[in-house]
Nanobody, 124 residues
Framework: QVQPVESGGGLVQSGGSLRLSCAAS????????MGWFRQAPGKEREFVAT????????DYADSVKGRFTISRDNAKKAVYLQMNFLKPEDTAVYYC?????????????????WGRGTQVTVSS
């Protein structure tokens, strides 16, 4: 069992930056892809970014490409989401998720383990 725990959310002005962290307790994250998703009020949870075990493969939603960077430190069992040039439309609860195996995916169904989320609010 893996239990992701997110941190690092907060209030930031448009154009600013935040770095989200995800610490995974429980079993090792060995050979496990990780993902970040977000959910804005009244909207469905959507894919943001994903990374494989080695960090050699990543994928991003078109809306965040060039602004967000996903990375991981396997020794610390941690995954990060660096968010730059934030926009008001990035406002959402951000969730970290652990996948079924060592691959990247944009599909929520491929992630059985989820954190409780961290709020990111971008003011205009």
């Amino acid at each position: 069992q893996v239990q992701p725990v997110e941190s690092g959310g907060g209030l930031v002005q448009s154009g600013g930056s935040l770095r989200l962290s995800c610490a995974a307790s429980g079993r090792t994250l060995s050979n496990t892809g990780m993902g970040w998703f977000r959910q804005a009020p009244g909207k469905e949870r959507e894919f943001v970014a994903t990374i494989n075990w080695s960090g050699g493969s990543t994928d991003y939603a078109d809306s965040v490409k060039g602004r967000f960077t996903i990375s991981r430190d396997n020794a610390k069992k941690a995954v990060y989401l660096q968010m730059n040039f934030l926009k008001p439309e990035d406002t959402a609860v951000y969730y970290c998720a652990a996948g079924r195996g060592d691959y990247i995916s944009q599909r929520r169904e491929e992630y059985p383990y989820w954190g409780r989320g961290t709020q990111v609010t971008v003011s205009s």
